[in-house]
């Protein structure tokens, strides 16, 4: 196997690819201390060159998200061939190549305390790979503190054949998604949004997307793939709908041809993408350029339920909104329960139970959200008491 690079030694060149499309003046700098740590965010930029260099650069604790896809070290001992023995078209580039485990660890540790500085303190990381290296890439995450919130598998819809048949098919990648340390407990999170994408049932760490294929993958003049390893904009977007919000700066320390870029703008969210390799900068650059972002509304953060202000039914009749003694019924007035004092409902044989409760029972099932279920008569209309309760919030926000 070839040792073209250490992962870990050598200078390197930054080259800013800015929007259009123009190479800045490049800078040379080592991997010890920086001697310039820039104030300002090279924002919607790629910077060309070592990640861990320009990484170095960025100030600390400045960005929300960050989305890492590395070497993943395939140590590839002989070319691929099909059963018809044509070529297939694995990863073999010198970017993928360390000489041990031990240099592979030593790049990993390095880039990743690089990234640990430059992430805000509720900022969370994401790290893709395969059996090669996602194991010890977890290692040294938990050796360096971070905290582990989740391994999601990315379930290939349609994965290379195994063509030996010596081994399963290699149908997933792993991705590592975790926090600082165990005590940043306030990073984003959509929980809701996930789930209500997902017929209203939590979003689980199974995720079955296509390769990146067809039209989105991208080719040279040749007709070949420009990048072995292009990720689909489907995974980035899944991963950044979950994770950030509009208006946040997404991290790539291993921009590639700007996938996480492309998705990134698409959803109105600040990138940075660092690449060593000016051809892929230059074609993740028109790429990027060429995304139309989705209108405000259709990427706006979604409410969290768990964000708005919990309102007990209690305070509907301590604002007067509903009295002690009226009756409740539902929308077709086929149920009816006695508004109590203490704010609990009441149904005849000295039933008691909160306004969700009492809806249950009155339906004979075992859940009901009393806040739509009930209604109080006024005059001859009948109104929700769900719209008290935004009354109510509205006074205890104001
Ligand atoms: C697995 S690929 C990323 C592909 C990308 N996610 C995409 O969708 O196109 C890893 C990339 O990291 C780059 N790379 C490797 N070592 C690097 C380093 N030390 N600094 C910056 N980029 C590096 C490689 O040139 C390669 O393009």
Redesign the pocket.
């Known amino acids: 196997m070839g040792t073209s690079r250490t992962?870990t030694a050598g200078a390197a060149s930054r080259i800013s690819v800015s929007r259009t499309g123009k190479a800045a003046p490049a800078t040379r700098t080592g991997r010890k201390a920086p001697l310039f740590v820039s104030p300002i965010l090279p924002l919607d930029e790629i910077l060309v060159g070592?990640?861990?260099a320009a990484l170095e650069k960025l100030p600390p604790e400045s960005v929300d998200v960050v989305f890492a896809?590395?070497?993943?070290n395939l140590q590839l001992e002989s070319a691929l061939t099909r059963p018809d023995h044509s070529l297939v078209d694995a990863v073999d580039d010198d970017?993928d190549k360390f000489a041990s485990f031990a240099d592979y660890d030593a790049f990993t540790r390095a880039w990743l305390l690089a990234v640990r500085r430059v992430m805000k303190k509720n900022a969370t990381l994401w790290v893709i790979g395969s059996y090669h290296n996602i194991f010890r890439v977890g290692a040294t995450l938990q050796d360096l503190d971070f905290w582990i919130l989740n391994d999601i598998v990315w379930r290939k819809a349609n994965p290379m054949p195994n063509f030996r048949g010596r081994r399963f098919t290699n149908a997933h990648e792993t991705m590592i998604w975790a926090s600082k340390g165990a005590d940043a407990k306030s990073y984003t999170f959509h929980y809701e949004a996930l789930k209500a994408g997902n017929e209203d049932l939590q979003m689980r760490s199974d995720w079955f997307i296509p390769l990146c294929t067809g039209e989105e993958r991208l080719k040279g003049e040749d007709g070949k793939k420009v990048?072995p390893?292009?990720?689909p904009e489907s995974l980035l977007a899944r991963i950044l709908l979950s994770s950030s919000n509009p208006g946040d700066v997404v991290l790539d320390?291993?921009?590639?041809?700007?996938?996480?870029g492309a998705v990134a703008k698409r959803l109105g969210r600040h990138f940075i993408g660092?690449?060593?390799?000016p051809t892929?900068a230059a074609a993740a650059r028109r790429r990027i350029d060429s995304v139309e972002p989705l209108s405000d509304l259709s990427v706006a953060a979604p409410p969290e339920k768990r964000a708005e202000i919990r309102v007990p039914f209690l305070s509907l009749i301590e604002g007067g909104y509903v009295k002690p003694g009226e009756t409740l019924v539902d929308e077709r007035r086929r149920h009816r329960a006695t508004v109590r004092a203490d704010g609990t409902l009441a149904l005849p044989g000295n039933i008691v139970g909160s306004i969700h409760k009492v809806g249950a029972l009155v339906q004979g099932l075992p859940a009901c959200n009393g806040w739509t279920f009930w209604h109080v008569e006024r005059g001859k209309a009948l109104t929700c008491i769900d719209t008290f309760r935004a009354k109510v919030r509205e006074t205890m926000a104001g």
Request: proline share 12%; glycine share 12%.
């Open positions: 992962g070592d990640c861990i896809d590395p070497p993943y970017w990048h390893t292009q990720k320390p291993f921009f590639g041809t700007g996938t996480t660092l690449e060593r390799d892929y």
